[in-house]
């Protein structure tokens, strides 16, 4: 079965930076378009990132030119490079597969306070 497992979230200061990983199993993974989306206290579900299977890439204006996503074929994980971290990113980041009927992870923590 289809297991998303997201890690690498934390603490960090505004400015700092974070990695997310998650370990993906249960699927052919290199084929599929891998994703992250964020819900923030109190608000609602915000899509970050996307990666395709061809490595093309999809951002949100809010964290574009800061997070940068990529994937490892080999290791069926895709990251999230977070840099410049403000304390509106503070939320719990999901990995998401989006194939019927739509996989998502438990979800990491990142809170960014000083």
């Known amino acids: 079965q289809v297991q998303l497992v997201e890690s690498g979230g934390g603490l960090v200061q505004p400015g700092g930076s974070l990695r997310l990983s998650c370990a993906a199993s249960g699927f052919t993974y290199n084929k599929y378009a891998m994703s992250w989306a964020r819900q923030a206290p109190g608000k609602g579900l915000e899509w970050v990132s996307d990666i395709n299977s061809d490595g093309s890439t999809y951002y949100a204006d809010s964290v574009k030119g800061r997070f940068t996503i990529s994937r490892d074929n080999a290791q069926n994980t895709p990251y999230l490079q977070m840099n410049s971290l403000k304390p509106e990113d503070t939320a719990v980041y999901y990995c998401?597969?989006?194939?019927?009927?739509?996989?998502w992870g438990q979800g990491t923590q990142v809170t960014v306070s000083s």
């Open positions: 998401v597969l989006l194939v019927p009927p739509d996989y």
